[in-house]
């Protein structure tokens, strides 16, 4: 009998993350509105890609998709190759906090703790060691070293996007998605984070998917898409 060499095993998934035809339809009234249609994407474990698209082309509906806090109307989000709209409310909740940082567009600090309070709390829930040097170092990485006791409303809009950032990064999770990490921060400030980013991603690893409308942001990326008519363009890694 003839010797058949044995197959190559099928390939689980190389990406870390994996979108495979995802679609988001919303209803309002009797009007129906596809913001995501047939969606596919893999990004690598280490890539970083900013997502660029206009005004209302669905860049928070795609980072809530891929951080399971939605879900999509039909299609799969993969993360490490796991299909996570298939995992238990506690598995999802382990996945998030073990995996994902998430920066939101609106930030959404928890108002009645402060902001060291805020950056605390994902270190607690993870049960890291020396809570109170890395909450400590996170504020002073995002330059609000003097700021931990106040509260949310007693920060302006670009301070209270610095204890987001340092609320996500808090755990140092693999994965970090940030929707306008730099929207309301002046030049200064925002160059800063650019630098934080870029040594999350060089340092650490960390696959980055961010949304933005910053070209600063958008020319450190590895990979641009552009999402508009619920179609998503990869304008590939030429810089700009
Ligand atoms: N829960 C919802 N119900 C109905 N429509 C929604 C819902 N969430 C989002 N949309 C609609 O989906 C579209 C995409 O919204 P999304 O917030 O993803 O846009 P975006 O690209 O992030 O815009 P921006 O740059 O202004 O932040 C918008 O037209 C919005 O009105
Ligand atoms: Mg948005």
Do not use: C, W
């Amino acid at each position: 009998m003839q010797f058949v060499p044995e197959p190559p095993a099928p390939s689980v998934s190389s990406g870390l993350i994996r979108l495979e035809r995802l679609t988001q339809r919303f209803r309002s009234g009797d009007q129906e509105l596809t913001v995501l249609n047939e969606v596919d994407l893999e990004i690598a474990a280490g890539e970083s890609v900013a997502i660029l698209g206009p005004s209302g082309s669905g860049k928070s509906t795609l980072l809530a998709l891929i951080a399971g806090l939605d879900n999509p109307t039909s299609g799969r989000v993969l993360i490490e190759g796991r299909e996570i709209q298939n995992l238990s409310e506690d598995d999802l909740a382990m996945l998030r906090r073990s995996k994902i940082g998430f920066v939101f567009q609106s930030f959404q600090l928890l108002g009645n703790l402060t902001a060291a309070e805020n950056v605390r709390l994902p270190i607690d829930l993870a049960r890291l060691d020396r809570p109170d040097q890395r909450t400590a170092a996170l504020l002073d990485e995002v330059g609000l070293a003097d700021r931990g006791h106040h509260y949310p409303a007693q920060l302006s809009g670009g301070e209270q996007q610095r204890v987001a950032l340092a609320r996500a990064f808090a755990t140092r999770p693999p994965i970090l998605l940030a929707d306008e990490p730099t929207g309301n921060l002046d030049a200064a400030t925002g160059a800063r984070v650019l630098e934080l980013l870029a040594d999350l991603k060089s340092r650490r690893g960390t696959t980055l998917v961010l949304v933005t409308h910053d070209p600063a942001v958008a020319a450190v990326a590895d990979r641009r898409l552009y999402l508009n008519g619920g179609g998503l363009v990869d304008e590939g890694s030429g810089g700009r």
